[in-house]
């Protein structure tokens, strides 16, 4: 008998008929003597419905209020989820965060689980009950509900495996598992049978919304197996787990792409100590995550500077440093809004050398000018026009052939 947390998004429990679905399946992995936990979405659409409620009253709503408002959603999947399992004749029980003392801090709309009370899931487990939990929701240590960010219930779905030290953590989705690249752009893209974490973490930062990210962190820390599969259609999914040296490895595993930034440049920057700080600086303070940063070699003591930010970002980072010139004797500003980023990410990177070469290569056959680059020990970026993502993805997934081998055949 295997414990398993199963997490079901909100387009799987959309709809009533969707429930009942989802209600057979869980009393199928019953049937199959398995103790079931089930950590549950909102109905699909209904934080957007919500959010949008409070900002009809407020332009900018109180966070802590946007939380109590939020996590009702949840709440309102549990209740139903369990009502159709009982329906069908399966005890069953549902808990909010709060219930199952989902401990997080106090960063309302973004809180970060700090530990999780497993008792009274245990209990009902043994109670021979289906556990229904409702994801993305916990408690401060002051009592006050929090929401752990778009997509979070994937983390409190991987954190309750984490705290139950649940066999495996099966994520539910629309999608029936992680791709070598977006399939709406690559149609030969595969799904891929296994990927690790660390690529996992790689892909999900770069822009692939299978997971989020915080889920993945959490995962890697307490090796929990995570299973992403699809609630509509049958199917093993991608596994994601640590790397097994054992395994034969492409050297990619998948292409991202991202067009949610935008890159921003300060032109005759003085080069000297402190100058990336005061540029960098104000950025932060006004909350602005900074995602690549490229310093140019100084040319007659003056650099280039440029960096990107998240595309909403980029209006006030903008004017940020249009100050910041002034007042450091830059020669000006530039900005592009429309440009994407591609990535390839592969742990088989760590061992080859020209995996770069090979990508700048097929990116200058076509044509692609590179505008920037960074690079990890398992993948590389680069920044280019926007008009060219979609070609940018199919010519660096057919150049590293995945569309024929994959990472990991089983
Ligand atoms: N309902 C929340 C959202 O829409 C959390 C989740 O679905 O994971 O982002
Ligand atoms: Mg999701």
């Known amino acids: 008998m295997a414990l398993i947390v199963q997490k079901y998004g909100g387009t799987s429990v959309g709809s009533v008929e969707r429930i009942r679905a989802v ?52 709440q309102v999947t549990i209740a139903l989820l369990s009502i159709a399992l009982q329906a069908k004749g399966y005890p069953s029980v549902s808990f909010t965060g709060a219930q199952v003392h989902i401990l997080t801090d106090s960063a309302f709309n973004k ?46 779905a991987v954190a309750m495996a984490a705290a139950l030290k649940a066999t495996e953590c099966a994520i539910y989705t629309d999608v029936d598992g992680v791709y070598t690249a977006d399939p709406r752009i690559v149609p030969d893209a595969r799904r891929l049978d296994r990927l690790s974490y660390e690529e996992m973490l790689e892909m999900a930062s770069l822009g692939s919304k299978v997971l989020q990210i915080r889920s993945v962190e959490f995962a890697n820390k ?32 998948g292409i ?27 950025v932060a303070e006004a909350n602005i995550e900074v995602d690549m940063i490229v310093q140019n070699v100084s040319a007659e003591g003056m650099t280039d500077f440029t960096f990107t930010v998240h595309r909403n970002d980029y209006d006030t980072a903008l004017k940020i440093l249009e100050k910041t010139s002034e007042k450091i004797g830059a020669r000006g500003v530039t900005g592009d809004k429309k440009i994407a980023k591609l990535s ?15 990508m700048f290569k097929a990116l200058a056959d076509e044509g692609i000018n590179i505008q920037m680059i960074s690079t990890s020990e398992i993948k590389v970026s680069v920044v280019v026009d926007e008009k060219y993502l979609e070609l940018g993805v199919r010519i660096l997934h057919s150049a590293f052939g995945l569309d024929k081998h994959g990472f990991i055949e089983n």
């Open 23 to 74: 209600a057979d399946k869980i009393i199928e992995s019953r049937k199959q003597g398995h103790q079931v936990v089930v950590v549950v979405s909102a109905m699909s659409g209904e934080t957007d419905r919500l959010l949008k409620l409070a900002r009809d009253l407020a332009p900018q709503p109180d966070s802590r209020e946007v939380d109590v408002l939020l996590s009702t959603g949840e």
């Open 111 to 156: 809180a970060r689980i700090i530990d999780i009370d497993a008792a009274r899931v245990q209990k009902a487990l043994h109670e021979g009950k289906v556990v229904v939990i409702a994801g993305f929701q916990g408690i401060d240590s002051d009592g006050n509900i929090t929401t752990l960010g778009r997509g979070g219930s994937d983390t409190t």
């Open 222 to 253: 307490y090796k929990v197996p995570v299973r992403v599969l699809s609630s509509f259609k049958e199917g093993a999914g991608t596994l994601i787990t640590d790397e097994d040296e054992k395994m034969e490895q492409a050297l990619i595993s």
């Open 256 to 282: 991202a792409h991202n067009r949610d930034e935008a890159k921003l440049t300060i032109v005759g920057v003085p080069d000297r100590p402190g100058v990336a700080y005061s540029i960098l600086g104000p």
């Open 344 to 358: 390839i990410v592969g742990v088989g990177m760590r061992s080859h050398a020209g995996i770069a070469s090979k």
